[in-house]
């Protein structure tokens, strides 16, 4: 194998020489995994612990098996259900084509040449059958078109010859400057929401008969931003209104420079607002910083950010829930060596979300929705999930000595446990949902634009994208047009400094 030292993996394209590196690492594995379970256990009894062989024996496995996954397996979280009951098999009849209410339509109408309408069987001409035809749909594109338009203000004056008017001159996104309102929100939109870089944008442009750069392009969304500010300001201190928020945070590079520093994308999420901000560091300051002021429950991760806001004094304290689906992800990494165990817990934790689903079904309908899901929600937790999370908490402390800490099992019912109030929290509180993945749906486009554009160029690039992601990703949870609420909302600013615009005010 010295001669594969020396070369990348991604450099080899010879299947057999592949193979044989695939085969190397792994025996390289299983060899260093062996050592590592060794040297634990010797560690263990030096600190005066009785370590069962059989213990470090399926720590070994796990960590193998862990191994083979990584390489061959899928990373998805979904597990096949139980069999539900069987239907009636229905006649398949196909999904056939989407309906397309937004889209205008255009009828086109094709027609014969007077030479094409003569009959092949008498030679006279065909004339058409009434209004008999023969329709197809077909989607097409109407490209992008860039306009340079000329604004003539009409002047005015009068005999007299002492008084002069002019019309009105269009919004200005930059007094005195050349692009639109409009552009620049549609510049905004692709980034923030399409996620395509500015250098991208640039080029397509140029191939459609604008020549432009993208620091012409960042100016637009710069300008833009300024504008938008109060309405940003708003959103953030609106979100924190709730009676419960969503919280995560992710990593966002600044790049300055040859210099790339690890700052966080911090997210909180209420019912229609995603708020955002992109802070330096990922510590309990960040987190109060994002959460000040706040006074409701923060449904969120074991992240010790959060458990640090929940320590501080009675007047600042903010109680923090934890998610039930980061629990149930622990114990599905640990499937493969306590495939029992694992399966336990994960059912135990499907029950739960079974008495979700109840819920909503229960919900007096009659009633107003909100009051109705609550009553319904406080009831069957009362009467079926306080009993399972008892159940659950018992089984983990019962098995809890009998797997190795430093496991996948061991640290998943160790995480559990050390949450253990939090998790429990949602059974005292019908508002709070058992899980955090609105937060995490709210950072998917955070996510893949981090991908697509590699973060910021500077500290202010961190504040306009924390903006703009706010605000379309607020107009995305409001089901209204992002387009026209970023549009809507500065041109109020524009016409009125300092105006906020909400999703809500939208007609």
């Given at each position: 194998m010295r001669e594969f030292r020396m070369r990348k993996l991604a450099e080899i394209d010879d299947v057999s020489?592949?193979?044989?590196?695939?085969?190397?690492?792994?025996?390289?594995?299983?060899?260093?995994?062996?050592?590592?379970?060794?040297?634990?256990?010797?560690?263990?009894?030096?600190?005066?612990?009785?370590?069962?062989?059989?213990?470090?024996?399926?720590?070994?496995?796990?960590?193998?098996?862990?191994?083979?996954?990584?390489?061959?397996?899928?990373?998805?979280?979904?597990?096949?259900?139980?069999?539900?009951?069987p239907r009636p098999v229905q006649p398949r009849t196909g999904h056939g084509p989407k309906p397309q209410p937004d889209l205008p339509i255009e009828i086109v109408?094709?027609?014969?040449?007077?030479?094409?309408?003569?009959?092949?069987?008498?030679?006279?001409?065909?004339?058409?059958?009434?209004?008999?035809?023969?329709?197809?749909?077909?989607i097409t594109v109407v490209g992008v078109e860039y306009k340079l338009v000329t604004h003539r203000r009409q002047k005015y004056r009068c005999r007299c010859n002492e008084a002069v008017k002019t019309a009105p001159a269009p919004a200005k996104l930059i007094p005195g400057g050349r692009y639109s309102v409009d552009f620049a929100v549609q510049v905004a939109e692709q980034k923030y929401l399409d996620h395509m870089p500015l250098e991208r944008q640039a080029r397509a442009m140029g191939r459609a008969g604008l020549d432009v750069d993208s620091?012409?392009?960042?100016?637009?969304?710069?300008?833009?931003?300024?504008?938008?500010?109060?309405?940003?300001?708003?959103?953030?201190?609106?979100?924190?209104?709730?009676?419960?928020?969503?919280?995560?945070?992710?990593?966002?590079?600044?790049?300055?420079?040859?210099?790339?520093?690890?700052?966080?994308?911090?997210?909180?999420?209420?019912?229609?607002?995603?708020?955002?901000?992109?802070?330096?560091?990922?510590?309990?300051?960040?987190?109060?910083?994002?959460?000040?002021?706040?006074?409701?429950?923060?449904?969120?991760?074991?992240?010790?950010?959060?458990?640090?806001?929940?320590?501080?004094?009675?007047?600042?304290?903010?109680?923090?829930?934890?998610?039930?689906?980061?629990?149930?992800?622990?114990?599905?990494?640990?499937?493969?060596?306590?495939?029992?165990?694992?399966?336990?817990?994960?059912?135990?934790?499907?029950?739960?979300?079974?008495?979700?689903?109840?819920?909503?079904?229960?919900?007096?309908?009659?009633?107003?929705?909100?009051?109705?899901?609550?009553?319904?929600?406080?009831?069957?937790?009362?009467?079926?999930?306080?009993?399972?999370?008892?159940?659950?908490?018992?089984?983990a402390q019962e098995h809890a000595a009998g797997v190795l800490p430093a496991s996948k099992m061991g640290k998943a019912i160790a995480y559990m446990l050390k949450l253990g109030k939090g998790l429990k929290r949602f059974l005292d509180d019908p508002r709070i949902p058992l899980d955090n993945n609105a937060a995490e749906r709210a950072l998917r486009g955070v996510v893949v634009g981090r991908k697509n554009h590699y973060g910021s160029r500077s500290k202010r690039g961190t504040e306009v994208a924390a903006l703009f992601y706010t605000l379309l990703e607020t107009a995305k949870l409001s089901q209204v047009d992002a387009r026209v609420y970023v549009r809507d909302a500065a041109l109020a600013a524009i016409e009125s400094p300092g105006a906020v615009t909400l999703p809500s005010d939208l007609g």
């Open positions: 020489t592949l193979q044989q590196v695939a085969s190397h690492l792994e025996k390289t594995t299983v060899r260093l995994s062996k050592e590592n379970a060794k040297l634990k256990a010797e560690i263990a009894r030096l600190r005066g612990r009785d370590v069962d062989p059989q213990m470090e024996l399926e720590l070994l496995k796990e960590q193998l098996a862990a191994m083979q996954r990584a390489l061959y397996g899928s990373s998805s979280e979904r597990r096949p259900q139980e069999a539900p009951a109408t094709h027609t014969l040449s007077e030479t094409e309408r003569t009959c092949e069987v008498c030679g006279r001409l065909m004339v058409e059958m009434g209004e008999q035809a023969e329709e197809s749909e077909e620091q012409t392009l960042w100016d637009q969304i710069d300008a833009l931003a300024r504008h938008l500010e109060p309405t940003y300001r708003a959103l953030l201190d609106k979100a924190l209104e709730a009676d419960v928020v969503y919280a995560d945070e992710t990593q966002w590079p600044l790049v300055e420079g040859k210099k790339v520093s690890k700052w966080w994308t911090w997210c909180v999420v209420s019912e229609d607002i995603a708020s955002y901000r992109i802070l330096s560091s990922r510590s309990k300051a960040s987190a109060a910083a994002m959460l000040g002021g706040f006074r409701g429950v923060v449904l969120t991760d074991g992240y010790v950010a959060y458990k640090d806001l929940e320590r501080d004094g009675p007047r600042d304290k903010i109680p923090v829930a934890y998610c039930w689906a980061h629990v149930r992800r622990k114990y599905l990494e640990a499937e493969d060596a306590y495939p029992e165990l694992s399966d336990y817990a994960v059912k135990r934790i499907r029950e739960l979300y079974e008495v979700e689903w109840a819920a909503r079904k229960e919900a007096d309908t009659s009633a107003e929705p909100r009051a109705a899901l609550l009553e319904a929600r406080g009831k069957l937790r009362a009467e079926r999930s306080k009993a399972i999370i008892e159940e659950l908490f018992k089984w």
